[in-house]
């Protein structure tokens, strides 16, 4: 319980705070053969950073959903062959497609995903692909294994796109998340000491006000 409070008293005062408020994108304007209008989408959001060898999960620890859309009825396709989908995890640049109501093809997507640096081991590991069932997956196990400070953006966004050889004749957009960072592992021993000492100052101020400039002076430095 004390984790999950500094947590979302470390976020409030660096501004980072997320509204948890179900996000739809903009339907887009590529029309499917067959008048069908699909996309991904990705239900769940993501925190503002995760740290490398940690399990990747959704904010407060949620399991990463998946879901295939209807553009045109804004609802899950829960039958057909594309309800059945087989689906490839990517990573993207952080700066890919900023403006959520802008559309891509296939092969602006693909050129903006990442892979490992030379030398190192696969960015991503774990569960790459997910199936969908009745239009809705849930990402399995997955860890990164670098950190993003490397790329232009330093973020990352994670990726869905259609497996091959899955609904080739029908047009079915891509999903991203929202960009977050990863961080080396051992940052997170920094971070877990900072939310130990802001709960202590929390503690102080609401016995002793002299903690007052305390606090306010370590909500600054952040």
């Known amino acids: 319980m004390e984790v999950c409070f500094c947590t979302f008293l470390t976020r409030l005062c660096t501004n980072e705070l997320h509204f948890f408020v179900y996000y739809r994108s903009s339907p887009p304007r590529i029309q499917a053969p067959g008048g ?5 989408h990705f239900k769940t959001r993501m925190p503002p950073h995760l740290f490398t060898g940690g ?3 959704g904010e407060q ?3 990463i959903l998946v879901v295939l859309l209807d553009v045109d009825t804004s609802s899950v ?7 059945a989908a087989k689906l490839n995890v990517v990573v993207l640049e952080g700066d890919f497609n900023e403006e959520s109501d802008d559309d891509w093809t296939k092969e602006h997507f693909e050129s903006h995903e990442v892979k490992e640096r030379e030398g190192k081991r696969p960015l991503l ?3 790459l692909q997910v199936t969908l069932k009745e239009g809705i997956g849930t990402l399995g196990d997955l860890t990164f294994t670098d950190n993003s400070s490397w790329i232009r953006s330093r973020k990352f966004r994670l990726g869905v796109k259609i497996a091959p050889g ?3 004749d029908v047009h079915i957009r891509e999903a991203k998340t929202e960009a977050f960072a990863v961080k080396d592992h051992r940052g997170e021993c920094e971070f877990s000491a900072n939310c130990s000492l802001l709960v202590l100052l929390i503690q102080m101020f609401f016995q002793e006000n002299f903690a007052l400039p305390m606090l306010l002076k370590w909500v600054d430095n952040r």
Do not use: F, I, W
């Open 125 to 127: 590991t774990g569960d």
């Open 36 to 40: 069908k209008n699909l996309q991904l």
């Open 55 to 57: 399990k990747v999960e």
């Open 166 to 168: 899955y609904c080739e």
């Open 77 to 83: 396709v829960q039958t057909g062959p594309e309800s």
């Open 61 to 63: 620890g949620a399991s």
